[in-house]
């Protein structure tokens, strides 16, 4: 559960309806707990079910590590592990095939290699702009992650970074320089997706441990084919996470 952010439109009434109780005053400054009318108390509930243990421990509070990944901890600790583990992203297939949230669709693009859906995020309402958030999902099933992504991925990237700034401007009038357009390393989910949020939204993820800027991402696979199967990544890992466990099992995960 969150709560929804406070909306322009509503805010005169919060403010003039609310009900107040000091709790602290020092000179010019006051602090007040605010209660607002019961129609502008809503808040955001995401529910899922059934729900699985990744599930519940994605959202429990946790130590976390920041993790180093070197190429050859992908090949024997990281891809043995999503490999063994049944991530299942039917729900990713079923909006590609639009059996579901069809009608949520801003953008779509139906080639099989560069093709890709624009859609809301869960995340965002789409009552204000200033956390707007959309997801990219490519077309093809065959790349995972940041990991997957060589300089032939170029033109598939390329085309999600021009047709959803261009949509997004269309829909919402947000020009391309407000937006962060990043891919996360590790992603929530192993099927390859592009974020595109406000620029003035803290977005969950978009610290630089875990979200790589697109245009980044583009320069660095002109620069160099291989450049994300080569490099080292890191990326935040929660203690109780399985993968955490696997790193921790080959005495990868850093003592602190």
């Given at each position: 559960m969150e709560k929804t952010p406070i909306g322009?439109?509503?805010?005169?009434?919060?403010?003039?309806?609310?009900?107040?109780?000091?709790?602290?005053?020092n000179d010019i400054y006051s602090t007040y707990q605010l209660i607002p009318p019961a129609h502008l108390s809503d808040m955001k509930t995401t529910v899922i079910c059934p729900a699985t243990q990744k599930h519940v421990k994605k959202y429990q509070v946790q130590e976390t590590f920041l993790v180093e990944e070197t190429e050859e901890d992908y090949r024997?600790?990281?891809?043995?592990?999503?490999?063994?583990?049944?991530?299942?992203?039917?729900?990713?297939?079923?909006?590609?095939?639009?059996?579901?949230?069809?009608?949520?669709?801003?953008?779509?693009?139906?080639?099989?290699?560069?093709?890709?859906?624009?859609?809301?995020d869960f995340k965002w309402d789409m009552k204000q702009l200033d956390d707007l958030y959309l997801i990219a999902i490519v077309r093809s099933r065959d790349i995972k992650s940041l990991r997957d992504l060589r300089s032939e991925h170029v033109p598939l990237l390329?085309?999600?970074?021009?047709?959803?700034?261009?949509?997004?401007?269309?829909?919402?009038?947000?020009?391309?320089?407000?937006?962060?357009?990043?891919?996360?390393?590790?992603?929530?989910?192993?099927?390859?997706?592009?974020?595109?949020?406000?620029?003035?939204?803290?977005?969950?993820?978009?610290?630089?441990e875990r979200a790589h800027l697109l245009s980044d991402v583009i320069l660095n696979l002109k620069g160099s084919p291989m450049y994300y199967q080569k490099r080292p990544l890191f990326f935040p890992l929660q203690a109780d996470d399985n993968l955490a466990v696997k790193f921790r099992e080959a005495g990868k995960l850093p003592n602190c």
């Open positions: 322009h439109d509503s805010l005169a009434e919060m403010l003039k309806d609310s009900t107040l109780e000091l709790k602290m005053k024997s600790i990281t891809l043995p592990y999503i490999q063994s583990q049944s991530f299942s992203v039917q729900w990713v297939y079923n909006i590609l095939e639009k059996k579901a949230e069809a009608e949520r669709i801003i953008c779509e693009d139906p080639d099989p290699k560069t093709g890709f859906v624009l859609l809301p390329e085309n999600i970074l021009r047709k959803g700034q261009e949509a997004i401007l269309k829909k919402f009038s947000v020009p391309a320089c407000k937006l962060r357009i990043y891919l996360h390393y590790q992603p929530s989910y192993y099927h390859l997706h592009v974020h595109f949020t406000s620029l003035s939204h803290d977005a969950p993820g978009c610290g630089v």
